[in-house]
């Protein structure tokens, strides 16, 4: 099941991006052309064009905001465990957010009518941007709630990695501080994953992916956090955002700027700052930085 399971989450990241936004796509159109008929209907003293060009001007601002959306959310997720503190930060957003989707609807919509030879008017801008910002507020945050569901399905397809932690009752079995194994839950089942068994470690945001035998699985943790639990004897930091297993580590390739590029046993590149490349190689007894180290 889980080599099933691995092959289902490699094969949709290989079609994850057009998904994304065919999701995206799909959605509006849909939203756009339902919205459109039924105002047409509710509007059948007018012109047709005219409810259809009411929806569609704001389906496609819309539309177009939605990578906005997605990196405000990136830089203030909102999670279990942050949306406190994200959220005023969301509802700040919210309003640029609505007035930018005011002001490109009223823009299309005047281009519109032009084209048909008429005048649009939006009416007393304050009193209906009021109106306005009550439905986009609402859409705002479905966006951010789709966005915290398929995050949670994507980890739930791919694994998500957590410390160990000491029983309620009675002594630990292993090392809680300097732990041997993690604890890893995926698809509704959990399996453990010897620490000696991770090729190397990656900060992304609030997590940090452990790199096990060509799968990732992300644990909730900051690089300063995971660096105390880790046995130094086997992990180095080689960047800000990486870590390496000394025992997967086959190559340093010296790089003119004064970095380094390790290769792992996998192949996988891994990039080497000047700040830890001194430290690295004296780990194998070579201070001498002008020249490449195979391990």
């Known amino acids: 099941m889980t080599n099933h399971a691995v092959f289902d989450y490699r094969d949709f ?56 959306v997605i990196a405000v959310e990136r830089r203030w997720p909102f999670r279990f465990d942050t949306w406190r503190r994200s959220l005023p930060l969301h509802l700040l957003a919210s309003v640029p957010f609505s007035l930018i989707h005011v002001g490109g609807m009223i823009a299309l919509r005047k281009l519109a009518y032009a084209m048909a030879g008429q005048h649009y008017d939006f009416g007393l801008w304050w009193p209906n941007f009021g109106y306005e910002y009550l439905k986009d507020v609402r859409t705002y945050f479905s966006i951010i709630a789709m966005l915290a569901l398929y995050r949670l399905w994507l980890l739930r397809l791919q694994g998500e990695a957590r410390l160990l932690v000491a029983p309620e009752e009675g002594p630990p079995v292993e090392p809680v501080e300097r732990p041997e194994r993690f604890l890893v839950r995926k698809l509704g089942r959990e ?11 990656q900060a992304s945001g609030n997590y940090v992916n452990l790199h096990v035998r060509g799968r990732d699985y992300p644990l909730r943790a900051t690089m300063a956090g995971i ?24 190559e340093i390739e010296p790089l003119e700027t004064g970095d380094a590029r390790l290769q792992l046993r996998d192949s996988v590149k891994i990039p080497c700052s000047r700040r830890y490349r001194a430290a690295l190689r004296e780990r194998f007894g070579q201070p001498d930085c002008a020249k490449p180290v195979a391990s």
């Open 227 to 250: 660096e105390e639990r880790l046995d130094p004897a086997r992990f180095v930091r080689v960047h800000r955002s990486y870590f390496v297993n000394l025992d997967y580590l086959t």
């Open 191 to 201: 399996f453990l994953v010897n620490a000696s068994e991770i090729e190397w470690l």
């Open 13 to 68: 990241q290989r079609w994850r991006r057009p998904f994304e936004i065919g999701f995206w796509l799909a959605s509006y159109v849909l939203n756009a052309t339902f919205n459109s008929v039924t105002s047409a209907i509710d509007h059948a003293a007018l012109p047709a064009w005219e409810p259809w060009s009411w929806e569609w001007s704001s389906a496609l601002v819309l539309l177009a905001l939605v990578p906005a």
